[in-house]
């Protein structure tokens, strides 16, 4: 299946993409990352418009096709966006879920924005205000919606790998 994730930087969508992808055994699919090798290789520089989320659809779908579960994280801040990963789905035959990740504590959202640390070399992290300003268009259709404000992330305990 596919689990598409989404929702506004700072609000939790990388730690719970990676503590779901360890628990169910899935591929982590990062926007962030594929963005910034675009960057690294010298073909553009941030933003780099459609070209991540063109490769993260054309990857889940890849994926998908060899039986993997697959987790799309980015902003998705778009409905081409969210239509272009159901497509995806689609297009491998699969279910697909779309969570959207919020925090609706506005304090807490922005302590987080301004404290957090940059885990993918050079990345550009936006501000506070820049996050404000954001074009982010309201969901149209039904998702799942995750509200991490006053959360811990739970601890992901992962079986030890099999000897054999």
Do not use: F
Not at 40 to 62: D, K, M, N, T
Not at 89 to 104: D, H, K, L, N
Request: some cysteine; aromatic content about 4%.
């Amino acid at each position: 299946m596919l689990i598409v994730i989404g929702g506004l930087p700072g609000t939790g969508k990388t730690t719970l993409a990676r503590l779901l992808a360890a628990r169910i055994d899935a591929v982590h699919l990062r926007i962030d990352t594929i963005e910034q090798a675009i960057v690294r290789s010298g073909l553009a520089q941030h933003p780099v418009g459609p070209a991540g989320y063109v490769i993260g659809y054309a990857l889940a779908e890849e994926h998908l096709r060899q039986g993997l579960t697959v987790i799309a994280e980015s902003v998705n801040p778009l409905a081409v966006t969210r239509d272009s990963w159901q497509s995806a789905g689609t297009q491998a035959a699969v279910p697909v879920v779309e969570v959207e990740v919020i925090c609706s504590d506005p304090d807490e959202h922005r302590d987080r924005v301004t404290t957090r640390s940059i885990d993918i070399p050079d990345l550009p992290l936006p501000d506070w205000q820049q996050i404000l300003n954001r074009n982010y268009e309201a969901w149209n259709r039904e998702h799942i919606v995750i509200d991490t404000a006053g959360q811990d992330p739970p601890t992901v305990t992962r079986p030890a790998p099999s000897p054999c």
